[in-house]
């Protein structure tokens, strides 16, 4: 590597030491007690799936409701799993669903960019990671 490269890379490094780049609401961890087997932080955009209060993934990003579909706040327990479900009320595709409330609030595959009628959006990977994890009765705290 030539040492220009170096030198740029090098000072980038520096920066993001000094800037502080790990200091994100990964860094500080969950919010959640240690009965939560999935811990959501409405306010960072990001979950965590847990496992006797230790993260087993995450802290991973996710949309969330709008505002006139906000999603809810509270603790609560993984209802039922749908691998291929789809949305009768909102016409579209849920695949890997794991619905937590009895108001069909659920985590699942869905756009990274675009806010939900309540559900939380998950990436493929981490939308599969919820599924494989969550069973029905595991409990899901929600934080602002």
Do not use: E
């Amino acid at each position: 590597m030539n040492r220009k490269l170096t030198a740029v890379l090098a000072s980038i490094a520096a920066m993001a030491a000094t800037i502080g780049f790990a200091a994100t609401a990964d860094a500080a961890g969950p919010p959640c007690g240690p009965k939560a087997k999935a811990c959501l932080k409405l306010s960072a955009n990001t979950a965590w799936l847990m496992n006797n209060g230790k993260v087993t993934r995450g802290g991973v990003r996710v949309t969330v409701g709008k505002p006139a579909y906000p999603t809810p706040v509270g603790t609560f327990r993984v209802q039922y799993k749908d691998i291929d479900h789809y949305s009768k009320q909102f016409h579209g595709p849920m695949p890997y669903s794991v619905f937590f409330t009895n108001t069909g609030v659920a985590f699942h595959q869905g756009s990274l960019k675009v806010q939900s009628h309540g559900c939380v959006h998950l990436s493929h990977a981490d939308a599969v990671a919820f599924f494989n994890t969550l069973q029905p009765g595991d409990v899901v705290q929600v934080v602002r």
